[in-house]
């Protein structure tokens, strides 16, 4: 299976030219991280008391995996730059210019909206205050607070004490 998170080859992904946007854009969502935040909905849906519907509960992990990528997709418009330097994530679609910051930004925001709007309806005001709540986190705790550093073993040492 080919990671879309990290494309350094258009053909690599099997998308030609008019479809490459799309796969490009699905792969800010960070599909792999995705899947655990739907994983984890899905048991928790599972084991809450109470009854919804197949209809219900659907949109509801709809709602949520698309908060999820929305928060990933803003991430990787934050780190943008800092991809670049980074080994691990330089051949991302934004370092490489395959797709506009602003697209992604714009995409990001979009998604968000929409997300919290969609388990807002389906759900209730606690939920997507909650998942708003998330997307927040992620962004402006987990991406600008945590990661200061290129270097992935140095991030988690640039918020922590020192030990000397």
């Keep these: 299976m080919v990671n879309i998170s990290s494309v350094s080859d258009k053909q690599e992904i099997g998308i030609n030219s008019s479809f490459s946007k799309v796969g490009f854009y699905i792969s800010l969502l960070k599909p792999r991280v995705m899947s655990l ?7 928790g849906m599972i084991i809450a008391p109470g009854f919804i ?7 509801i992990i709809l709602a949520i995996s698309i908060g999820s990528g929305a928060s990933g997709a803003l991430n990787m418009w934050y780190e943008r ?11 991302r679609v934004l370092p490489m210019g395959l797709i506009s910051a602003n697209g992604a930004l714009i995409y990001g ?9 969609l388990l807002y309806y389906v759900a209730n005001l606690l939920s997507a205050s909650i998942l708003l709540l998330t997307i927040l986190y ?3 705790v987990y991406t600008c607070l945590l990661y200061t550093s290129p270097s992935p073993r140095d991030r988690t040492r640039s918020r922590m004490p020192s030990s000397a």
Aim: aromatic residues 18%; proline residues 0%; hydrophobic residues 45%.
């Design 81 to 91: 730059k800092t991809d670049l330097l980074m080994e691990r994530t330089k051949n």
């Design 37 to 43: 935040s739907i994983f984890t909905s899905f048991v």
């Design 109 to 117: 925001i979009t998604l968000s909206v929409f997300s919290i709007y």
């Design 53 to 59: 519907t197949i209809y219900e509960g659907a949109l």
């Design 138 to 140: 992620y962004i402006f």
